[in-house]
């Protein structure tokens, strides 16, 4: 069974420019979250998906997006990219909700320049 | 105050010691998740557990819901244990990460 896959795995972006990151959980997987992981702030929630709705949302600015797809793929979007949005993104995916065992990806490393 | 905390920060052994990492947390949950961490940033999850205790190899994991703590414990540490520790709680519909503990493990 495949893992969780988020691609790109590296990024290497402007200040200003937007961003699009992806997701594909675990087949049969709902639920998928995005995490952002800094040295300073450590691993903070983003938002989660479950079937195609956001149900939560972290304490992130409105440039942070998401969206999720009919086949539970999920991307996520940042738009006008800030130096201090460097950081790993991190998704997860869970059979149902988030209350369920979590399957990390390997997390995509953006580093804005 | 951080809603989960963990301690220690850091923790050196050698080989075959035996480790704890405690896990204290401040909201309510409905269960707890110990992750691991290698550098390069995949996470694998450990354990998820809502009460009592479990075991995996050398992995033991408990928690206590009226004390809000868990703990983590590895048996006959090896170099391949090393890696960062992080415990999560499951708070409504979202995970809060404690900051980590970053394990090293000498031959």
């Known amino acids: 069974k495949a893992g969780v896959t988020q691609t790109p795995r590296y990024l290497i972006k402007t200040r200003g420019q937007q961003v699009t990151l992806s997701c594909s959980p675990i087949s049969g997987h709902r639920s998928v979250s995005w995490y952002q992981q800094t040295p300073g702030q450590g691993l903070q929630f983003l938002f989660e998906y479950f079937s195609e ?61 | ?19 704890t990492i405690n896990c204290s947390y401040s909201v309510g949950i409905s269960a707890l998740h110990w ?7 995949g996470i694998v999850s450990l354990f998820m557990l809502s009460s009592g205790k479990k075991k995996h190899g050398r992995l033991i994991a408990t928690i206590n819901i009226q004390e809000k703590h868990s703990s983590l414990h590895i048996t006959a540490s090896h ?10 709680v499951h708070n409504t519909d979202k995970l809060i990460f404690g900051t980590g503990t970053r394990l090293q493990v000498f031959p």
């Open chain 1, 53 to 113: 709705t956001q149900r939560n949302k972290g304490n992130f600015p409105g440039r942070f997006s998401g969206r999720q797809f009919s086949n539970s793929r999920s991307e996520m979007n940042v738009s006008t990219l800030e130096l201090g949005d460097s950081a790993l993104y991190l998704c997860a995916s869970s059979l149902y909700q988030a209350n369920t065992e979590a399957f990390f990806g390997q997390g995509t490393r953006l580093t804005v320049v």
């Open chain 2, 1 to 19: 105050k951080n809603e989960v905390e963990q301690s220690p920060q850091n923790l050196t052994a050698q080989e075959g010691e035996f480790i």
């Open chain 2, 35 to 41: 992750l691991q961490q290698h550098p390069g940033g």
């Open chain 2, 79 to 88: 170099p391949r244990d090393s890696a960062v520790y992080i415990c999560a």
